[in-house]
């Protein structure tokens, strides 16, 4: 598949065929993803093929939390789950807020669930000690994952990063045996899409680029 169109159409494939992935594709897509640059070239990432039915039921009961909360924020036009305005939504709204079933329900009709973990023993977190949540570590796994989507694309499968199951990351833990230095990083829903995006929304470059300063001129297209 062409690189522009695979990186112009590689979407967030919440909804599945019964296809099943083969372990031989499997093998393939992460054969391709294991390309990705991480800091040092460490490589410090783990994945975890689920296909067990009630190991992803309850993966998927893990991301029930996360996603009430960030159900009942959206609901309160807060930016969900974002670490710098604090939630004004209360512990019990969102306890009663349902956890969005497209949230939870990929990952037991998806054909495999990976659970993608990194060892933070060997990553560099060059901003850990900054008085802000850490994202630098995140650069050594996140290219990897994001790999695995568009070497799935190239196999006319896909799937969607999901997160909110980290939040409850001690249980995930206990579920699959992973060490205590190992974070999970992403748990990824895999399948054959019902239907392939072509067209997704996105910014225009001119939206997110300036130059020379932050609050420079924007890059716009030559010749506009
Ligand atoms: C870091 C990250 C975390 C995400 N977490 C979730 C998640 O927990 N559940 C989910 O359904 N989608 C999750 N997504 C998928 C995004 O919602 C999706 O990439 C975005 O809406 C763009 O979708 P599109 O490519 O279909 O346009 C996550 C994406 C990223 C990059």
Request: aromatic share 6%; with cysteine; hydrophobic share 40%.
């Amino acid at each position: 598949m062409d690189l522009h169109d695979a990186l112009r159409t590689t979407f967030a494939a919440r909804e599945y065929t019964a296809d099943p992935l083969p372990d031989e594709t499997l093998f393939r897509i992460l054969d391709r993803a294991r390309f990705a640059p991480s800091g040092g070239n460490r490589q410090g990432w783990h994945v975890i093929v689920v296909r067990d039915g009630r190991t992803r039921q309850a993966l998927a009961d893990l991301t029930v939390p996360a996603a009430r909360r960030y159900a009942a924020q959206q609901v309160a036009g807060e930016n969900p789950w974002n670490p710098v305005d604090p939630t004004t939504v209360d512990p019990p709204t969102i306890e009663r807020t349902p956890a969005p079933t497209r949230l939870t329900e990929p990952l037991f009709r998806a054909a495999a669930v990976l659970v993608v973990c990194v060892d933070l023993k060997v990553v560099a977190a060059t901003d850990q000690y900054l008085p802000r949540v850490s994202v630098v570590p995140g650069a050594s796994i996140y290219p990897f994952v994001w790999n695995i989507l568009l070497s799935a694309r190239g196999e006319g499968f896909g799937g969607t990063i999901t997160t909110l199951a980290v939040s409850q990351e001690p249980k995930v833990r206990e579920l699959l045996g992973i060490p205590g230095h190992v974070a999970v990083a992403a748990v990824v829903p895999l399948g054959r899409p019902v239907k392939q995006l072509t067209r997704l929304r996105r910014k225009g470059v001119a939206e997110f680029t300036t130059r020379e300063r932050w609050n420079g001129p924007p890059l716009v297209a030559p010749g506009a």
